[in-house]
């Protein structure tokens, strides 16, 4: 009789907690692979913001995923890079069955100095649907890393924080 308690206690246990516990194995084992960045990302040292930031990943990059915690991914580097976390919504998996969607143009001739022409916004990403995170006056000197499109990368040499500007906005840095 007590078998038979154990053994009914056993399938009650499997069919109630038997769903979960199967999701949570086949969501780990579909969050391991090779995944590509959708934006510029904070990677850090734990799964959380309350962890400081490495470094930034740049957008448009494959990076290799580990592990998952809550909305976090564990990013592990294939060069010998700290291992750190970034959050899922700005990955996307690579499926080895699709053909990639094709990217927005991206050229590196682009990179150089520039002139702003008017202020100008400086912003998170590459489109007006993104935030403002400052305003750069007319006439200053920007750097440029790339082009995306109509927009324009710009990193600050002195720390400040990089964000995207419009390519109609700015010209070349000429000396005269």
């Known amino acids: 009789m007590r078998e038979k308690i154990l053994s009914f206690t056993g399938l009650l246990t499997l069919l109630l907690f038997g769903p979960f516990l199967s999701s949570t194995i086949i969501e780990a084992q579909t969050t391991r692979g090779t995944y590509t960045t959708t934006a510029d990302v904070p990677l850090r040292a734990g799964p959380g913001t309350n962890h400081p930031v490495i470094t930034t990943l740049p957008k448009d990059i494959k990076i290799n995923v580990v592990a998952k915690e809550g909305y976090w991914l564990k990013v592990e580097s294939k060069h010998g890079g700290q291992t750190g976390y970034i959050e899922e919504k700005f990955a996307r998996p690579e499926s080895p069955a699709q053909t990639p969607p094709p990217k927005p143009t991206t050229t590196a001739s682009a990179a150089g100095a520039y002139r702003t022409l008017k202020d100008v916004d400086l912003r998170d990403g590459p489109g007006t649907k993104y935030k403002t995170v400052a305003t750069l006056p007319a006439g200053i000197k920007v750097t440029v890393v790339r082009a995306e499109g109509d927009w324009l990368r710009v990193e600050s ?18 000396d005269k």
Not at 157 to 174: A, D
């Open 157 to 174: 040499k002195k720390g400040g924080k990089p964000g995207y500007v419009e390519k109609k906005s700015v010209e070349r840095w000429t």
